[in-house]
């Protein structure tokens, strides 16, 4: 059977993109999906806070550990309650993570 050029290039297409497909489901699963690492003791969760007028990450943070890096705290409690922004609202719920 003889494949026209055309032909040829389907038939890499079709063969090709499954197998990127696959490739890349199996890097993501690998990476984590960007998710924290459960076997991490910075991520586990620890005590919850309520979130009250006025506060912030950082204000919170300051306040449950002054002793940590500051910094370092609000990016664990961004991750540990899978929040994209520093915003927090009165009232939210957060859990902070567990003390080493």
Do not use: C, F, Y
């Not at 055309?6 to 497909?21: D, F, Q, S, T, Y």
């Not at 705290?73 to 859990?95: A, E, K």
Request: net charge positive; no cysteine; hydrophobic share 40%.
């Amino acid at each position: 059977m003889r494949l026209t050029r055309r032909g040829r290039i389907v038939m890499i297409g079709l063969l090709a993109v499954p197998l990127l497909v696959v490739l890349w489901l199996t890097a993501t699963a690998r990476a984590g999906a960007g998710g924290p690492d459960a076997s991490d003791p910075s991520v586990r969760p620890g005590k919850t806070v309520v979130v009250g007028h006025g506060d912030s990450l950082w204000t919170i943070a300051r306040r449950e550990r002054p002793r940590d890096d500051t910094q370092l705290l609000v990016r664990r409690i961004m991750d540990l309650n899978n929040l994209s922004t520093t915003i927090v609202r009165p009232g939210q719920r957060l859990r902070l993570p567990a003390h080493d």
